[in-house]
């Protein structure tokens, strides 16, 4: 797009897409984490996530098209992003409050880390970032934000501290 000479690149939806990826990742490690633990509460970031899409199918519905398990799986993983509209959604910020909470709470292990976000496992070995949520999501987001960078030419820089990972 940058070679097109287009004057604006819509970077949104792709970090969004992002910040999604790594949700998801983190709940998946999260049900690895805690699966077997009695009395500790799982969050349902996906399924409230859905649940809050299909009450308010506005920002979707006339993207999306097929059977109902092609609609299930567009609302979650479609390029378009749509989920984007719904992450404000009170139900959705609090259970993505308490998968943040119960991570936090435990140390993440580099092997699930590995296996769900691998390039971030490899920035936690090297030491570019903490073995956080946050800064695994922000890893994740920042990833992208280097591509539109590197696409415009912006060389690393001061202009460019704001993208290095924490």
């Not at 799986?73 to 719904?86: G, N, P």
Request: hydrophobic share 40%; with cysteine; glycine share 4%.
């Amino acid at each position: 797009m940058v070679e097109d000479h287009f004057a604006i690149l819509k970077v949104g939806p792709w970090l969004t897409f992002a910040f999604r990826e790594a949700v998801f990742a983190l709940s998946a490690i999260e049900r690895e984490l805690l699966a077997g633990r009695k009395g500790q509460r799982r969050s349902r970031v996906r399924e409230v996530l859905d649940r809050v899409m299909l009450r308010k199918p506005a920002y979707w519905r006339s993207y999306y098209q097929g059977n109902a398990d092609l609609l299930r799986l567009d609302r979650a993983y479609s390029y378009s992003d749509r989920c984007r509209y719904y992450w404000h959604e009170p139900a959705v910020q609090a259970e993505i409050e308490l998968l943040l909470n119960n991570l936090k709470k435990h140390s993440l292990p580099l092997t699930l880390v590995s296996q769900y976000l691998p390039s971030e496992y490899e920035a936690i070995r090297a030491g570019q970032i903490e073995g956080q949520p946050e800064a695994i999501i922000r890893f994740h987001i920042r990833t992208v934000l280097r591509i539109y960078a590197a696409a415009c030419g912006v060389q690393r820089s001061s202009s460019l501290t704001s993208l290095k990972a924490r």
